[in-house]
């Protein structure tokens, strides 16, 4: 496992902290981002907010303990010469181009999504985690970790099969690069009051079932192990956890073999 030269200086320090490790499986390069809500919590992990990683390699930095809504994800067919923005990708870019923007850099959809609440001094003593698919897909993704914990995943590629009113973007052979979420395709025709966005009067678990939610199945079928929507937790295989005294170090892998 590598480590940055400020993740060893960090840990070397005492600093309660954990290692993740994100590895690009995937035969092309893509351009990992990070963001973390600064409304939650200001720990924030020991590595720029996004960057270029080229097939089969690998990174990895130091976490704080307590890092709070968390989120990873990777973006496609990037070029931040001519528009160093959120449109400088395919899918999943950014405010700030290369190096997501701490404040407003949270990424476009479709992009599937790693989201972490590592749980240092909180009251529940746990690390929460999952692979989100609420913003929609564009890479499989895989979440583990070296203490034996559950598994999060979604290791299909969603593109070629999706349903046709939410498949895309598509690159310049026309392959589907994403697949977007319901409520991102604003089938309904009103986000502000949609069961695909549980928004409106479908803003509780109560009245936004996964039934409500169009192609739900499509999403939860192909990958159980996901987060598909805003109230997915009653799936039971939605949200994952670890006990933070494990001290759990983790590996965000896209492309991971199925």
């Not at 309904?188 to 479908?202: F, L, R, T």
Request: proline share 9%; glycine share 10%.
């Amino acid at each position: 496992m590598k480590f940055t030269l400020a993740s060893s200086l960090a840990l070397a320090s005492g600093a309660a902290a954990r290692t993740f490790t994100v590895y690009n499986a995937c035969p092309f390069t893509i351009w990992p981002a990070m963001f973390t809500d600064l409304n939650v919590g200001t720990a924030t992990p020991n590595h720029a907010n996004g960057w270029e990683a080229p097939a089969w390699s690998s990174v990895s930095f130091s976490v704080p303990d307590n890092w709070r809504s968390g989120r990873i994800w990777a973006r496609r067919n990037c070029d931040f010469s001519t528009n160093p923005g959120p449109n400088s990708c395919l899918d999943g870019g950014c405010n700030g181009g290369l190096v997501c923007d701490p404040h407003t850099g949270t990424g476009v959809p479709p992009a599937s999504v790693a989201e972490f609440t590592l749980g240092g001094g909180s009251a529940d003593g746990l690390d929460w985690y999952d692979v989100s698919l609420v913003d929609g897909y564009n890479l499989p993704m895989r979440i583990d970790n070296n203490k034996g914990c559950a598994m999060a995943e979604c290791a299909v590629d969603l593109g070629p099969n999706c349903p046709a009113p939410l498949k895309g973007p598509y690159d310049s052979s026309g392959f589907p690069v994403g697949c977007k979420s319901a409520c991102q395709a604003n089938l309904d025709g009103n986000q502000a009051n949609s069961p695909n966005c549980c928004s409106g009067s479908h803003n509780t678990a109560a009245t936004c079932p996964p039934s409500g939610v169009a192609y739900y199945d499509y999403f939860k079928s192909n990958c159980p192990r996901t987060y598909v929507y805003a109230y997915d937790e009653s799936s039971g295989t939605a949200l994952w956890n670890c006990p933070a005294s494990a001290q759990a170090d983790y590996t965000i892998t896209f492309c991971p073999a199925s």
